[in-house]
């Protein structure tokens, strides 16, 4: 269905064509002319949009490793951030469990004091009691006690308990230093927290700042980003407008070719109910590509060998040249079925008579339209284009084709009966062969 239709649009445009020019002469040449002129302008603002892309996707790159370098600041600025905040959190931690510990030892220190003071209380009570009724007290217990023996147990319980008062004083007062100790290291080591908290709290601030900075730039930055990869879509709309209009020039110049091809069949079949030469159809030759011979090996054709030519040392110069700029990329068999299709159309009466007449007709060898024939005249042909065109020359042919292009081309075309030789169909009528 595809192919159907673009067959129909083909000869919509032929008909168009005929019908504004009255008829099918040069007014085809002069139009495809003009349409490889707009293939040709068509390239130049692709290749234009296609190298400003490339500048705008080089400015998105750039900005894009910027927004990179930025987002990895911010990254590392926001995990210093969450560290000090961590540390702040253990800090006051550590400051709320010194609070708790030093509530605990005040709390501590306040019974141990009471306790001193009660022990002191009932030892002042007791010395008082033994100072106050001491001689009777001692003389009562020497009467009252029944020997010797159980006079010194009493004297002794006596000294026990005020060696009992003293020991107690004496381990109240010492636990007392000890908590005094402890809760002047727990307030030291509050002190110090609470100073390394501030200096947290300052760091903190200043990483927020930090942290808002980054952020901001690189906000801003990504958005550059996004405004200079919008620009490169806009060139890639614009190469897919080019690149939709070069399809388009496509069809155009088809058409026009075409058209020129059923004036050549006309002529063709004219010259062949008079008996003369047979002729084709008049399609330009095909751009080489890289691939070897392929297809049907080419045999020497029984007839239009046309021999040998007498040939100028520019004669085959041109003829190197054009066989390069066709069949640079293909094999010798490939450069030699290029020649062979030049040296048929010279011999053959519905082309010119002279090679250099048959290479420069209008519109029927691309590398002329687009200098590339010019290019390697400029610079000399290579040796193995040479040396074909002068095989050909000297009378060598491997066909009686008289046109060629790419298979894709000739099969859309409708050719048939086609050889080929590396990436080209070669033939010598438009339609079965």
């Given at each position: 269905?595809?192919?159907?239709?673009?067959?129909?649009?083909?000869?919509?445009?032929?008909?168009?064509?005929?019908?504004?020019?009255?008829?099918?002469?040069?007014?085809?040449?002069?139009?495809?002319?003009?349409?490889?002129?707009?293939?040709?302008?068509?390239?130049?603002?692709?290749?234009?949009?296609?190298?400003?892309?490339?500048?705008?996707?080089?400015?998105?790159?750039?900005?894009?490793?910027?927004?990179?370098?930025?987002?990895?600041?911010?990254?590392?600025?926001?995990?210093r951030?969450?560290?000090?905040?961590?540390?702040?959190?253990?800090?006051?931690?550590?400051?709320?469990?010194?609070?708790?510990?030093?509530?605990?030892?005040?709390?501590?220190?306040?019974?141990?004091?009471?306790?001193?003071?009660?022990?002191?209380?009932?030892?002042?009570?007791?010395?008082?009691?033994?100072?106050?009724?001491?001689?009777?007290?001692?003389?009562?217990?020497?009467?009252?006690s029944?020997?010797?023996?159980?006079?010194?147990?009493?004297?002794?319980y006596?000294s026990?308990?005020?060696?009992?008062?003293?020991?107690m004083?004496?381990?109240?007062?010492?636990?007392?230093?000890?908590?005094?100790?402890?809760?002047?290291?727990?307030?030291?080591?509050?002190?110090?927290l609470?100073?390394?908290n501030?200096?947290?709290?300052?760091?903190?601030?200043?990483?927020?700042?930090?942290?808002?900075?980054?952020?901001?730039?690189?906000?801003?930055?990504?958005?550059?980003?996004?405004?200079?990869?919008?620009?490169?879509?806009?060139?890639?709309?614009?190469?897919?407008?080019?690149?939709?209009?070069?399809?388009?020039?496509?069809?155009?110049?088809?058409?026009?070719?075409?058209?020129?091809?059923?004036?050549?069949?006309?002529?063709?079949?004219?010259?062949?109910?008079?008996?003369?030469d047979?002729?084709?159809?008049?399609?330009?030759?095909?751009?080489?590509?890289?691939?070897?011979?392929?297809?049907?090996t080419?045999?020497?054709?029984?007839?239009?060998?046309?021999?040998?030519?007498?040939?100028s040392?520019?004669?085959?110069?041109?003829?190197?040249?054009?066989?390069?700029?066709?069949?640079?990329?293909?094999s010798?068999?490939?450069?030699?079925?290029?020649?062979t299709?030049?040296?048929?159309?010279?011999?053959?009466?519905?082309?010119?008579?002279?090679?250099s007449?048959?290479?420069?007709?209008?519109?029927?060898?691309?590398?002329?339209?687009?200098?590339?024939?010019?290019?390697?005249?400029?610079?000399?042909?290579?040796?193995?284009?040479?040396?074909?065109?002068?095989?050909?020359?000297?009378?060598?042919?491997?066909?009686?084709?008289?046109?060629?292009?790419?298979?894709?081309?000739?099969?859309?075309?409708?050719?048939?009966?086609?050889?080929?030789?590396?990436?080209?169909?070669?033939?010598?009528?438009?339609?079965?062969?």
């Open positions: 269905m595809k192919k159907l239709w673009k067959k129909c649009l083909v000869l919509f445009l032929c008909f168009c064509v005929m019908w504004s020019a009255g008829g099918i002469g040069n007014v085809y040449a002069k139009s495809l002319e003009e349409i490889r002129q707009e293939q040709l302008e068509n390239k130049k603002k692709k290749d234009e949009a296609e190298s400003q892309k490339n500048d705008a996707q080089k400015v998105v790159d750039d900005l894009q490793d910027e927004a990179d370098d930025l987002g990895a600041t911010y990254n590392s600025y926001n995990k951030l969450q560290s000090v905040n961590q540390e702040i959190t253990d800090t006051q931690n550590a400051i709320e469990s010194a609070n708790a510990s030093i509530s605990q030892l005040e709390k501590e220190l306040a019974e141990a004091e009471a306790a001193e003071a009660e022990q002191y209380e009932g030892m002042k009570t007791r010395i008082q009691y033994m100072y106050e009724n001491g001689s009777q007290s001692l003389l009562t217990t020497l009467l009252e029944g020997s010797m023996v159980e006079f010194l147990q009493r004297a002794e006596v026990s308990i005020t060696s009992y008062d003293r020991k004083m004496n381990s109240y007062a010492k636990l007392q230093e000890t908590i005094k100790e402890k809760s002047a290291a727990l307030s030291d080591k509050k002190t110090e609470s100073a390394y501030d200096t947290l709290s300052a760091k903190q601030d200043e990483l927020d700042d930090l942290v808002n900075d980054a952020g901001n730039a690189y906000s801003a930055k990504k958005g550059e980003v996004s405004a200079a990869q919008m620009s490169v879509e806009e060139y890639n709309a614009k190469i897919q407008e080019f690149r939709d209009n070069e399809t388009a020039l496509e069809g155009e110049a088809a058409a026009a070719q075409a058209a020129l091809a059923q004036q050549i069949l006309q002529q063709q079949q004219q010259q062949q109910q008079q008996g003369g047979t002729g084709g159809d008049g399609s330009d030759g095909s751009d080489a590509g890289n691939a070897g011979d392929a297809g049907n080419p045999q020497i054709p029984t007839e239009n060998t046309g021999g040998s030519i007498s040939y040392d520019a004669d085959l110069k041109l003829m190197a040249a054009i066989i390069q700029a066709e069949a640079g990329g293909e010798y068999a490939g450069q030699l079925a290029v020649g299709v030049i040296m048929n159309r010279v011999k053959s009466s519905l082309f010119p008579n002279t090679l007449g048959v290479i420069y007709q209008t519109n029927q060898f691309q590398p002329v339209r687009d200098g590339h024939l010019a290019l390697i005249l400029e610079r000399g042909p290579n040796e193995s284009c040479t040396n074909a065109a002068r095989q050909v020359l000297n009378g060598y042919r491997s066909g009686d084709w008289l046109f060629f292009m790419t298979k894709k081309w000739a099969d859309y075309y409708g050719i048939t009966g086609y050889t080929m030789i590396g990436n080209h169909a070669f033939f010598r009528n438009w339609g079965a062969n």
